[in-house]
Every structure is written in structure tokens, then in C-alpha cells.
């Protein structure tokens, strides 16, 4: 206990340490950005060593990193110089600054690196039909001029849909420019995925639990400060929820809060929340959930030892028990009876959990005398637990378990998932941006390939289309925007394969990423950096926006005149799909953006823009009235809603259907939480795997059992390890990756707990080779007691680098090991994989950071 005292007094020293820097720096922000905040107003307050005149501006930092901040730059001569966080107001605890993380206070390491593409550029040995297919990703780069890019483009399309029709297109990729483009054109096949979320994304919605995928599962931070025990089952959020998300769990925790961590790493959030560990296998967690609801049944006594709210489930729930069954379901499928093993056999004891999960016995009975003795508790999960393959169990029993205790409704009391920008902090956003106004354009075609089986689809030629039947498909043109699949994708040796088979692919990119690399045809696309603007949200409280920092670098051009410049050589007028132009859609965004009002219920719009404004910018409009001037939102780059305990923004999930369950019926058939969901079972059967009605053990493909190769006589089988993905802090995803300041300061080993390194007679700092049936990769181990034996940790996004000698990776890609195996509804299964790792006798590793970058001379 006294070490955490010390560790929170230390981290508040540090912080009121800042607020003296930064109230330093609120004076010289009154002055206008547009009049320009001098290099020298930084001097006074001693950070900045510039000479000469800059200008700071709030720049883009806008990947799916897991956060959202201001990220502020100083520009001098058209490149930026320094960069900066949230220095807009004081830092409070109730009005908390948006701080950067590594990753954004680096983004000029990226917008400038040296590995920027610069030129469009086609493959050597490319050809009209893909020319020598097999080069793809080892083949020289040669330069090209757009109009030969494009047209080269523009005539693949032509020749590949007027063969194989619009079908033999898959785009990749949020990106909506492209997308837009090529369903003006007459469409594409598309690809989906529960990639973040996991299990929870086609579940949520049936169970009636809530919004709990995105906003609406769990109460507001300010609330979090009356949870008496906080659970964080699978969720490390000092690590993948930068931003003010750990300083509002210390809040809680300041409060009163005791901590608990489930997870198979002793985090980064345990250490700094000082909380109990219990190391879990990963893909389990369904078994230990259901060993403490077996418990909170066996022990539960409702007048000296009342562990189960039996009041929660009959008012709000339906399946617990044979006496609360929807109409036509057999009695006997009821969730109590499951638990008890009184049909199957198996009561699902302590004993039979543990020996899944790894978790004794004791420790479950002691979870379950804590979650059911406590008052008032945050059970709060992240997605990873549910990125697992046959994750749907996992989420129905973590959701049971919530409504069992009645941890749900009640200030302080809360189930849900607590993840991303959102973590710890959930309810209606206090802030919208306004849309756009570009035109909605639909995809003609409606293929839709799950992610799963989208290398398979393009190998074999069929797939199943979703919640219908098999379909054929003949992938000729894949088309890579936005999103790097080849990478963040399961199976990259499948995917390589898949790409090496189809005769066309391009790829929009600023670094020769993995699709790039893979590709025939390159476009070098503007950054964020160094488009017109945007509007963008993060937690409830915050809106942010940007405007443009510098102008293209080299020959790069935005995504949209990327996709205005095809739909140009395809014949078709650029102005169907963008009608506007970059500047009005950012104008739009901004005069659209809406703040609520004091009174927690009506929004209004939050800039004032006069004729003066929009003559200014140049773009069609109307004056209107809002609670700042449009200048002060843009130089300021945030509005944030002010908070204090008893305002009117607070928020506590269900409390509507709990004090009222008739007028206000969850989003379920029946309308109440369903413990037994007939719906879900309804839609798995058109899916790829059934799914029960009630929580049950499912063995994952690829899960603990699937390391065995005998599980009754306990003989471990070729891949005897669990692997999971942690995302990592020096970088989101794949992106940012490539800079060589993040690739220094976190070094991406593998971590490897000591006794399964000692066994194999690893040191710490020594390179290994993980291998599946799938790929070979090597990695330097990080020798740690902080993971759990039997499980190894690869962070999440690591760019992958074959030596073509000997066909082993050297840069450590997660995805290799993911199977490439749709089970459920299609969710992602990333966190369900299995390995072997021994040392690896050849040339050790060197640190990434000294290999050489990849950049492309002509
Ligand atoms: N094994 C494993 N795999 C995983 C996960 C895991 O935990 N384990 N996590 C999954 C999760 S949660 C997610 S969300 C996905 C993320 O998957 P992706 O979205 O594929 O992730 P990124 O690597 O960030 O890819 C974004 C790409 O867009 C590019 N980009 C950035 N800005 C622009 C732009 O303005 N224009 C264009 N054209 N391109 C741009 C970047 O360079 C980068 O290549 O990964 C999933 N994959
Ligand atoms: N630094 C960084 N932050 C990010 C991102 C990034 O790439 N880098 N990506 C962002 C995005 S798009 C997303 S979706 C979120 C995802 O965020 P999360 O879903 O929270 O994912 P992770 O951070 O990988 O995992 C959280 C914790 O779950 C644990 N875990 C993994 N598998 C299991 C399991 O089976 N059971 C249990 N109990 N625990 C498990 C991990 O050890 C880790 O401590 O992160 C966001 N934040
Ligand atoms: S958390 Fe995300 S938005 Fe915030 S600074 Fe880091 S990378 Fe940028
Ligand atoms: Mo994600």
C-alpha cells in the first residue's frame, strides 16, 4: 500500500509540476494563432531554443491509436520544428488537459521522414495482367509521372471489369474517397470484419447489453470515483488508451477504489493502479467467469450471504433459470441449470474452471466473495479478450455475470467494455462535428468477404456471403486504402500468397508500408498534415480539429484528388462524387459541430461564423450563432466541455431501463437483458459456427486445448504456447512504426515469462525464432516475470520483413501466427494463436532502429 502512495504522490508531483510550465504558456495562447504566436513568446517561458519567427498551429494526429489529443507544431519556413500538447487551460483532475502520447509528439518524425514516397512508382517487371506476378514485394521500384500512374490505373480497370465484371475489384480500407470512387464506377467487392472489437461486435445489440459496444456500457469518469472495486479484465489502458484516460483511473482510485487486473501480463495499469494480478490464460476467460458464477451460486445465501441479486435478474433478465424462460424454449436450456452441470454433467466448479483458465481455485472463490460481496463495482473489459476466435461465449458470460451481481444501472455500479478513446468514460457525447456534405454513394455490388477467409476467398474463388450462402468470386484488382491489411490482417504468408495470384494491385500510401510493398502500382498520398482540415472527436468531452500544416511534400496528393484524377481517366465527372471541395467540407464540419447545453439535454452549435467568416475562407455558407467564435475553435484546435462532480453531463449506463424497464426497454427482441438470446443463435446458424442461446464453454480454434496435442494425457503438442498481441506504444497498428525515434525508444521484443525462457535456455536480451505451422519470425526476448508461463507476448503491428534467403521474418509481424479461420459471426480471432519459440543459434538480431530505412532512390 505504501508503495502506491508514493507512486500516486510522485505522479501527482510530476503533474503539478507541469501545470506550472503550462499556466506559463496559457498567457501567451490568448494571443490568435492567425496573428502568429511567436518563436519568442516560447523563449520567455524557457522551452523553445528557436531563433527565429514561427507559427504554432494544432496539427492532425489522427490514426486509430487508441487516444485523442491536441498535438500542437511550430512551423518555421514550411517545416515544422517542435511540437507540443494541451497547453489551451489549467490541468484539473475534474477539467483535465488532452496530453499527447510518444506517438503523436513524434508525428513530424513521420510527416518529414526520410522514407516519405515521393513519386507514383510501378513494379520492374510489371505488365499489363500483372506481368512477373511472383516479384511482387522483391521486385525494383521505377518512377513514374501521374498521368502514366493513372493511366496505367484507369486501363487495368477497364481491361479487368470489362473481363471479370466490377466483382473481380476488392477494395480495402476505410478511406471513402476511393471507395466512393470505385462504386461510381460500378463497384467493388467489399471486405468486413469485427477487427477491434472482437466478439463483442455482432453481440451486443441481441443481448440487449446495452451500447456496450461503443459509448453507452458504463457509467461517466466522474462517476467511476464511486466504484468501490474496479476490475480491468483484459484492459490495459496505460498503454492502449493514451491521453487522460490512466489520470482519471487514478481519480477513482484517489477516492477509495481497490483494483483488480485480469489479464495474462501484469500491465503497465496494474503496476501504476497497484492492483491484485490474477494471470489468466488467454481465450479463457469464458471458463473463469463461469467458475465465479458457479461459486456466487454455491455460496449465495440471501439473508446472511446474499452474492447473487436475485431481485436484478427476475426484474431485468430473461434465461437465468427454467422459471424465467422466453416462450418456446426448452425449460431445460436455462442458464442456472448449464452452470450446475444438472443436464451436461459438468458443473462448472472452481476445479473444472481452473484447470482451463489457470487461474486455482481459491483465487476464483475469492473473486467471486469480492464481485459479489462489494457494493459497488466497475467490472470493465477491453476488446482483447473478445478478439478471440469463438469469443461470442466470453461476452455473454462476462455480460451475466454483471446482471447476476447487479452491477449495472447504479451510480458507481457498471459492466461493460471500457476501451479505446472511450475507456473509463462513457455516455452521450457532449460535442458532434458536423458532416461533410459529400454525397452518400452506394456500392452497387454487395459482396461482402469476411476477413477471415478474404486471402482464402481470392485463392479459392468463393466465400460465404454474409448471414447467406456461398458465393464465387473471382478477385482480380485489389485496390489498398487507409488501412494496411496484408498486415494487420490474419495470415500474412496466405495474404502474400493472395497477392501474388491476382493480376492487379495498387495501393495509396506516404511509406512503403506492407500493402505498398506488395503492390504493382504505388500513389504517394498527402498526410494529414497536409490536406485542408477536419473536425474530429475523442472522449465525450472533447472536440478537436486541425487545418493544414504545410503543402504536399514531393509529389504526393490527397486522397481525393487521388480519387478525382481516376474517376477522371475512367471518364467519369469527378464532380458526381465531390461535389465540394476539401475546404468547404472541413468549413462544413466545423459550422456543423454541436455542443450540449448546460441543461445536460439540448446541444447548440458551438461556433459563431459571421459574413465576414465566410467570405474569409472563401466558401458557401451561413452566418450563425454558438457559443465561440469559429476563429477561437480553429486556433485553439479543442473545445472541451468543462465538468465538475453534480453537473448536468454525468452518466450512468441503463439507468433508464433499470428505474423504469417497461417505458424503456434495452435493445434486445424481448427488451430485457437476454441471458438466453435466441437471436444470436438465429444468426450463427447462417453464420460460420453455431452459437448457444446461453453463455457456454466453446473450445477456440487455435486456443489452450489446440496446444495440446493429447489434452486428456496432458502431452503439450508442436506449438505448446499461447501467443497474444498487446498493442504497443510505439506505434498504432502498423502505422508509425517506420520512426526511427519511436523504433528507439520502444524496441518491440517478444516477451517470454522466466521460467518458460529458462526451460529453453534463453537469456534475456537473446534472439529466438517463434514458428507455426503458418511462418517463422525472429525477435530479441524481453525475460520477464510479468507474463504469464505458457504465454508469449508479440506486440501488436510490427512491420513484416522476410529475409528472402531463407524465408524467416525479422521484424516480428503478429500476423503471421493469426489462422486465417473464420469462426462465430466472422469476429476477429487475433488474440487465439499458438506458437513454439526456441533460441535461435545464427547471427543475433540487431535492434531495429539501426536497420536501414525504406527508402526508394530513383
Ligand atoms: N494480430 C493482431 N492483428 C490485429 C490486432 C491485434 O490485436 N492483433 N488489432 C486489430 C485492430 S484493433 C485494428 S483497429 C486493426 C487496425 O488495422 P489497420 O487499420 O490496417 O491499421 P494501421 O496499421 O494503422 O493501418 C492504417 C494504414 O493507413 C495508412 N494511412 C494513414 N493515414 C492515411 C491517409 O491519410 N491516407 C491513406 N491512403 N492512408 C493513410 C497508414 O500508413 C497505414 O498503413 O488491426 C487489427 N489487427
Ligand atoms: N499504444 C497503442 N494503443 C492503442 C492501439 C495501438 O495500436 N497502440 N490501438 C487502438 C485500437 S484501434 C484498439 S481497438 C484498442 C484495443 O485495446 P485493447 O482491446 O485494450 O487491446 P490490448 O491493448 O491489446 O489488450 C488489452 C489487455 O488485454 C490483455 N489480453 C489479451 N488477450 C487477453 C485474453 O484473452 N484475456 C484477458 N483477460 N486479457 C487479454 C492484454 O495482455 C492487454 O493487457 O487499442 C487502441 N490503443
Ligand atoms: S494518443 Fe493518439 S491522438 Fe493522442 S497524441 Fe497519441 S497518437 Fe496522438
Ligand atoms: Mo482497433
Given at each position: 500500500?505504501?508503495?502506491?502512495?508514493?507512486?500516486?504522490?510522485?505522479?501527482?508531483?510530476?503533474?503539478?509540476?507541469?501545470?506550472?510550465?503550462?499556466?506559463?504558456?496559457?498567457?501567451?495562447?490568448?494571443?490568435?494563432?492567425?496573428?502568429?504566436?511567436?518563436?519568442?513568446?516560447?523563449?520567455?517561458?524557457?522551452?523553445?531554443?528557436?531563433?527565429?519567427?514561427?507559427?504554432?498551429?494544432?496539427?492532425?494526429?489522427?490514426?486509430?491509436?487508441?487516444?485523442?489529443?491536441?498535438?500542437?507544431?511550430?512551423?518555421?519556413?514550411?517545416?515544422?520544428?517542435?511540437?507540443?500538447?494541451?497547453?489551451?487551460?489549467?490541468?484539473?483532475?475534474?477539467?483535465?488537459?488532452?496530453?499527447?502520447?510518444?506517438?503523436?509528439?513524434?508525428?513530424?518524425?513521420?510527416?518529414?521522414?526520410?522514407?516519405?514516397?515521393?513519386?507514383?512508382?510501378?513494379?520492374?517487371?510489371?505488365?499489363?495482367?500483372?506481368?512477373?506476378?511472383?516479384?511482387?514485394?522483391?521486385?525494383?521500384w521505377v518512377r513514374l509521372s501521374w498521368d502514366e500512374a493513372l493511366d496505367i490505373v484507369a486501363s487495368e480497370t477497364k481491361r479487368i471489369t470489362g473481363k471479370y465484371g466490377n466483382e473481380a475489384i476488392m477494395v480495402t480500407g476505410g478511406d471513402a474517397n476511393i471507395r466512393n470512387a470505385m462504386s461510381a464506377i460500378g463497384g467493388f467487392s467489399a471486405c468486413y470484419g469485427s477487427s477491434s472489437w472482437g466478439a463483442w461486435r455482432w453481440i451486443w445489440e441481441n443481448m440487449g447489453v446495452g451500447e456496450g459496444l461503443i459509448v453507452n456500457g458504463i457509467n461517466d469518469r466522474i462517476d467511476l470515483r464511486n466504484s468501490?472495486?474496479?476490475?480491468?479484465?483484459?484492459?490495459?489502458?496505460?498503454?492502449?488508451?493514451?491521453?487522460?484516460?490512466?489520470?482519471?483511473?487514478?481519480?477513482?482510485?484517489?477516492?477509495?477504489?481497490r483494483f483488480i487486473t485480469i489479464d495474462p501480463l501484469y500491465t503497465d495499469s496494474a503496476n501504476v493502479f497497484d492492483a491484485d494480478w490474477v494471470p489468466v490464460r488467454p481465450g479463457t476467460d469464458d471458463a473463469l467467469a463461469f467458475g465465479i458464477m458457479y461459486t456466487l451460486l454455491d455460496e449465495?445465501?440471501?439473508?446472511?450471504?446474499?452474492?447473487?441479486?436475485?431481485?436484478?435478474?427476475?426484474?431485468?433478465?430473461?434465461?437465468?433459470?427454467?422459471?424465467?424462460?422466453?416462450?418456446?424454449?426448452?425449460?431445460?436450456?436455462?442458464?442456472?441449470?448449464?452452470?450446475?452441470?444438472?443436464?451436461?454433467?459438468?458443473?462448472?466448479?472452481?476445479?473444472?474452471?481452473?484447470?482451463?483458465?489457470?487461474?486455482?481455485?481459491?483465487?476464483?472463490?475469492?473473486?467471486?466473495?469480492?464481485?459479489?460481496?462489494?457494493?459497488?463495482?466497475?467490472?470493465?473489459?477491453?476488446?482483447?479478450?473478445?478478439?478471440?476466435?469463438?469469443?461470442?461465449?466470453?461476452?455473454q458470460a462476462f455480460s451475466t455475470l454483471g446482471m447476476m451481481t447487479g452491477q449495472m444501472g447504479g451510480s458507481g455500479k457498471m459492466t461493460g467494455v471500457s476501451c479505446w478513446e472511450y475507456a473509463g468514460n462513457m455516455g452521450p457525447f457532449l460535442l458532434t462535428a458536423g458532416g461533410k456534405g459529400l454525397p452518400a454513394i452506394t456500392n452497387p455490388i454487395d459482396n461482402q468477404i469476411n476477413e477471415n477467409e478474404m486471402w482464402d476467398a481470392v485463392l479459392d474463388g468463393k466465400f460465404l456471403q454474409r448471414y447467406e450462402k456461398e458465393r464465387n468470386v473471382n478477385i482480380q484488382f485489389i485496390y489498398h486504402n487507409y488501412e494496411n491489411h496484408l498486415q494487420t490482417r490474419s495470415n500474412i504468408a496466405k495474404g502474400i500468397k493472395a497477392h501474388h495470384e491476382v493480376e492487379f494491385v495498387v495501393t495509396n500510401a506516404y511509406a512503403l508500408t506492407t500493402n505498398a510493398k506488395y503492390s504493382d502500382i504505388v500513389l504517394p498520398v498527402a498526410t494529414q498534415w497536409e490536406t485542408?482540415?477536419?473536425?474530429?472527436?475523442?472522449?465525450?468531452?472533447?472536440?478537436?480539429?486541425?487545418?493544414?500544416?504545410?503543402?504536399?511534400?514531393?509529389?504526393?496528393?490527397?486522397?481525393?484528388?487521388?480519387?478525382?484524377?481516376?474517376?477522371?481517366?475512367?471518364?467519369k465527372d469527378p464532380k458526381e462524387v465531390f461535389p465540394i471541395t476539401a475546404e468547404q467540407q472541413y468549413f462544413n464540419q466545423l459550422s456543423g459541430s454541436m455542443v450540449m447545453k448546460e441543461n445536460g439535454v439540448d446541444y447548440e452549435p458551438l461556433c459563431t461564423i459571421t459574413s465576414q467568416d465566410i467570405k474569409e475562407w472563401g466558401v458557401e455558407g451561413t452566418p450563425q450563432k454558438g457559443r465561440i467564435p469559429l476563429k477561437e475553435f480553429v486556433d485553439t484546435g479543442i473545445y472541451q466541455v468543462p465538468r465538475k462532480p453534480g453537473d448536468n453531463f454525468g452518466f450512468i449506463a441503463y439507468k433508464d431501463f433499470i428505474d423504469d424497464p417497461e417505458a424503456n426497454p434495452v435493445s434486445s427482441e424481448s427488451g430485457k437483458f437476454e441471458i438466453y438470446c435466441k437471436a444470436i443463435n438465429e444468426l450463427s446458424k447462417t453464420a460460420y459456427s453455431e452459437i448457444a442461446p446461453i453463455p457456454k464453454y466453446e473450445v477456440k480454434v487455435h486456443g489452450y486445448e489446440a496446444t495440446f496435442e493429447d489434452w486428456e494425457?496432458?502431452?503439450?503438442?508442436?506449438?505448446?504456447?499461447?501467443?497474444?498481441?498487446?498493442?504497443?506504444?510505439?506505434?498504432?497498428?502498423?502505422?508509425?512504426?517506420?520512426?526511427?525515434?519511436?523504433?528507439?525508444?520502444?524496441p518491440n521484443p517478444v516477451y517470454i515469462s522466466r521460467k518458460d525462457a529458462d526451460e529453453k535456455g534463453v537469456k534475456d536480451g537473446e534472439t529466438v525464432l517463434l514458428s507455426n505451422e503458418y511462418a517463422k519470425s525472429l525477435?530479441?526476448?524481453?525475460?520477464?516475470?510479468?507474463i504469464m508461463p505458457g504465454v508469449i507476448g508479440l506486440p501488436h503491428g510490427a512491420w513484416v520483413d522476410f529475409d528472402e534467403k531463407t524465408g524467416i521474418d525479422r521484424g516480428g509481424a503478429d500476423n503471421l501466427f493469426v489462422p486465417h479461420i473464420p469462426?462465430?459471426?466472422?469476429?476477429?480471432?487475433?488474440?487465439?494463436?499458438?506458437?513454439?519459440?526456441?533460441?535461435?543459434?545464427?547471427?543475433?538480431?540487431?535492434?531495429?532502429?539501426?536497420?536501414e530505412q525504406r527508402i526508394i532512390k530513383f
Open positions: 500500500m505504501l508503495d502506491i502512495v508514493s507512486k500516486i504522490n510522485d505522479f501527482k508531483m510530476s503533474r503539478r509540476a507541469f501545470i506550472g510550465w503550462s499556466s506559463a504558456i496559457a498567457v501567451t495562447t490568448a494571443i490568435p494563432v492567425s496573428r502568429g504566436l511567436v518563436a519568442k513568446a516560447e523563449n520567455n517561458i524557457g522551452i523553445a531554443e528557436t531563433d527565429g519567427e514561427g507559427i504554432w498551429k494544432t496539427a492532425a494526429c489522427w490514426h486509430n491509436c487508441g487516444g485523442r489529443c491536441v498535438n500542437k507544431v511550430l512551423i518555421k519556413d514550411g517545416v515544422v520544428i517542435r511540437q507540443k500538447t494541451d497547453d489551451t487551460h489549467e490541468d484539473s483532475p475534474d477539467f483535465p488537459q488532452q496530453r499527447g502520447c510518444l506517438r503523436g509528439r513524434s508525428q513530424r518524425h513521420q510527416v518529414f521522414n526520410a522514407d516519405r514516397l515521393k513519386y507514383p512508382m510501378k513494379r520492374k517487371n510489371w505488365a499489363p495482367g500483372g506481368g512477373k506476378k511472383e516479384l511482387r514485394g522483391k521486385d525494383q468501490q472495486l474496479i476490475v480491468l479484465w483484459g484492459a490495459n489502458p496505460a498503454w492502449s488508451s493514451m491521453g487522460s484516460v490512466t489520470y482519471n483511473f487514478l481519480q477513482a482510485k484517489k477516492a477509495g477504489a449465495d445465501n440471501p439473508t446472511t450471504n446474499p452474492l447473487v441479486k436475485w431481485d436484478f435478474l427476475d426484474k431485468y433478465t430473461i434465461g437465468f433459470d427454467e422459471d424465467h424462460m422466453p416462450e418456446g424454449a426448452d425449460p431445460k436450456d436455462n442458464f442456472k441449470d448449464y452452470l450446475l452441470g444438472t443436464y451436461d454433467g459438468q458443473p462448472k466448479t472452481p476445479e473444472w474452471a481452473a484447470e482451463i483458465c489457470g487461474v486455482e481455485p481459491s483465487k476464483i472463490r475469492e473473486l467471486a466473495r469480492e464481485i459479489g460481496g462489494t457494493e459497488r463495482v466497475a467490472l470493465l473489459t477491453a476488446w482483447a479478450p473478445a478478439r478471440i476466435a469463438n469469443g461470442e461465449g466470453w461476452v485542408a482540415g477536419a473536425v474530429k472527436g475523442g472522449n465525450r468531452e472533447i472536440l478537436i480539429n486541425w487545418s493544414k500544416i504545410i503543402e504536399p511534400l514531393y509529389e504526393s496528393k490527397t486522397d481525393q484528388e487521388i480519387a478525382e484524377a481516376l474517376l477522371q481517366k475512367l471518364g494425457a496432458k502431452k503439450k503438442g508442436k506449438y505448446p504456447y499461447q501467443m497474444i498481441n498487446p498493442h504497443y506504444l510505439r506505434r498504432s497498428h502498423s502505422t508509425l512504426d517506420n520512426v526511427p525515434q519511436l523504433r528507439e525508444a520502444w525477435r530479441p526476448a524481453a525475460v520477464v516475470e510479468t469462426k462465430g459471426l466472422g469476429s476477429s480471432g487475433f488474440n487465439t494463436a499458438r506458437v513454439n519459440f526456441e533460441k535461435w543459434e545464427g547471427e543475433p538480431l540487431e535492434e531495429d532502429v539501426k536497420w
